[in-house]
């Protein structure tokens, strides 16, 4: 009866760690899909502001390749491009050089939005007293390729500590040839301050207990080279690296997860386990459409491991007591029944 006993521990034992495996797999997974889902959102959002530039600014495209015989009518489509879409901080023409002999060899109608005066639209006429855009990369780059683009980010020029972005696009005159460059800038401020609520409101829900451990996730936006377009600290913002951080932990395979973040491969809900800073944590990422940006979610594992423990622990624990009630309840009629039996053949022997 001792070994039955044991045996039928052992069953016991082995149906509920089946079950804590499979269950902490399934809470693993399932919180994998809250932060994916998270993160979709908020690229659901970048889109859509990202598409209200994209609007702002071909929807005055015709007109702009349709007036180029008036060099001064640009100035007011500047402030418009720039009153119609209110995340666009400033906007610019910047033509090639002698396209207007009379206002000198450079000339670039300019409309911005003074932070200190957010619902005011100042404009101006830059011309050869000013830098000498011409020569920059992100000028010639343009008129080169012919091609709309965003630009690689930068910071305002005004306050020298604001990280804007620019969606460029060539302008042409009536046979074709590329004349100037529209530039309509938006700050990237926005996005850091969208992805930090969307984390403060992920980490305090009492779901994912992320306060109680004091383990928290954090989301950005890195540029395709791994430099911080956003981040929670200023500080690091287009300054440091991403992919200086990441290493490799527990097998995974940081070589492959970099190439496939750069060639815009979505991660697929099974996250894989990277050091982050020196902190083991789930590496989430998905590109955002039309730029060359990334956006990356990091999780610390025990945010995670913790409540797959816990909840592994919990379906284990009911699991494992019924059952072993059962086991001693059944051992304990088992044995009564026995004995009950071995009592009547002793009397019939008699």
Request: hydrophobic share 40%; glycine share 4%.
């Amino acid at each position: 009866m001792g070994r039955l006993l044991v045996c039928m521990i052992i069953i016991v034992l082995g149906i509920s760690c089946i079950l804590f495996y499979f269950e902490k797999q399934a809470t693993r997974q399932f919180y994998s899909e809250i932060y994916h889902n998270k993160m979709l959102f908020t690229k659901e959002y970048a889109r859509r502001v990202i598409s209200d530039v994209y609007v702002a600014v071909t929807n005055n495209l015709y007109y702009l390749e349709h007036s180029l015989d008036d060099p001064d009518i640009h100035k007011a489509a500047m402030e418009r491009i720039v009153k119609s879409g209110t995340r666009i901080r400033s906007c610019g023409l910047s033509f090639v050089k002698d396209y207007y002999p009379q206002k000198g060899h450079l000339f670039c109608p300019l409309a911005w939005r003074d932070p200190a005066y957010p619902d005011e639209v100042f404009s101006q006429n830059k011309d050869d007293d000013d830098y000498d855009y011409s020569t920059s990369n992100w000028f010639q780059d343009v008129v080169e390729s012919d091609s709309a683009r965003w630009s690689e980010p930068f910071y305002d020029g005004y306050d020298e500590s604001t990280p804007l972005s620019s969606y460029m696009v060539p302008i042409h005159d009536q046979t074709g040839r590329v004349v100037a460059v529209l530039n309509a800038d938006i700050s990237l401020d926005w996005f850091s301050n969208k992805l930090t609520r969307a984390d403060s409101i992920i980490n305090e829900s009492k779901m994912l207990m992320a306060n109680k451990f004091n383990v928290k996730s954090k989301s950005f936006i890195i540029n395709h080279d791994g430099t911080y377009i956003t981040h929670s600290d200023e500080k690091h913002i287009l300054k440091d690296n991403f992919f200086r951080q990441l290493e490799a932990c527990d097998g995974s395979n940081r070589e492959g997860v970099v190439i496939k973040i750069l060639n815009g491969d979505e991660d697929k809900k099974s996250p894989e386990k990277f050091l982050v800073g020196g902190t083991e944590c789930y590496l989430f990422y998905m590109p955002v459409k039309y730029t060359q940006w990334i956006l990356v979610t990091v999780v610390p594992c025990e945010a995670v491991d913790m409540l797959c423990y816990l909840n592994g622990a919990t379906v284990f624990l009911i699991v494992l007591l019924p059952l072993l009630l059962f086991a001693f309840v059944g051992y304990y009629y088992m044995k009564k029944a026995i004995a009950a039996s071995a009592k009547d053949c002793s009397n019939d022997e008699r």
